[in-house]
């Protein structure tokens, strides 16, 4: 994933927190909020894991959104991981991000 499409400063995390809206489920919490730039900012707790785990799951994280980019529309998007997500193959993140996706009607209409 590109870094120009990466939320960076604790700023723009907590903006996003406190004004966007959110879906969840046992993996993942999908924060979004609507913009005129397309930024995705990932969070995993140090309940989670170690280091390793923790980037890991963030690697998986960023794959899961990366060919979905094109489609989603512009606006300010945060991942947080849940319990659910230490151990949880690819697969099964990609469908909770799907799923959420969905609910929060972040992709564009297909034309």
Do not use: T, W
Request: charge should be positive.
């Amino acid at each position: 994933m590109q870094r120009s499409y990466s939320l960076k400063k604790n700023s723009q995390f907590a903006y996003v927190h406190r004004r966007g809206r959110s879906q969840a489920d046992k993996r993942l919490v999908l924060i979004y909020l609507k913009g005129n730039k397309l930024l995705v900012g990932f969070s995993v707790s140090k309940k989670l894991g170690g280091a390793v785990e923790r980037n890991h799951i963030k690697r998986l994280l960023r794959e899961c959104v990366r060919p979905e980019l094109p489609r989603m529309k512009k606006g300010s998007y945060i991942l947080i991981a849940r319990n659910g997500a230490v151990g949880a193959s690819l697969a099964q993140l990609n469908q909770s991000f799907q799923a959420l996706a969905q609910k929060a009607q972040v992709f564009l209409p297909v034309q």
